[in-house]
């Protein structure tokens, strides 16, 4: 069965980048477009990562993580932050929400698929 990767993305260009990308590989996708529907689908399907945004409508990423952490069932769960938030101490509070990972946008695809290799073998 193939490792499956759930997308938090709130910009349908963004989800279409990674989209694009995440075909060309074994995985398989599942998305959500806001940080409330991003914890619901990462309760209801049990992805073994997750890629989040941190500029999210409901809630945002930071705390989309946090309640996801904050869940024993999905705490195992890696989550890589994947945002725009690129400022001084921005990959820190990424990391202090419960993120296992940070890339800033605009992102380098290898890059990208590189850290999912890394956190998914």
């Not at 309760?43 to 989040?52: F, R, S, T, V, Y």
């Not at 309640?67 to 069932?73: E, V």
């Amino acid at each position: 069965m193939s490792k499956r990767i759930l997308m938090v993305e709130d910009t349908e260009d963004n989800r279409q980048i990674i989209r694009d990308l995440i075909a060309t590989t074994e995985y398989e996708l599942i998305e959500a477009a806001d940080g409330a529907a991003g914890v619901a689908a990462a309760a209801a399907e049990k992805p073994d990562l997750i890629l989040m945004d941190i500029q999210l409508p409901v809630i945002d990423g930071y705390e989309a993580a946090r309640r996801i952490k904050a869940d024993p069932a999905l705490r195992h769960i890696p989550i890589v932050a994947v945002t725009s938030y690129a400022l001084s101490g921005d990959e820190a509070k990424a990391l202090a929400a419960g993120c296992d990972g940070y890339i800033a946008k605009p992102f380098s695809p290898r890059q990208l698929l590189a850290k999912i290799r890394e956190l998914l073998s």
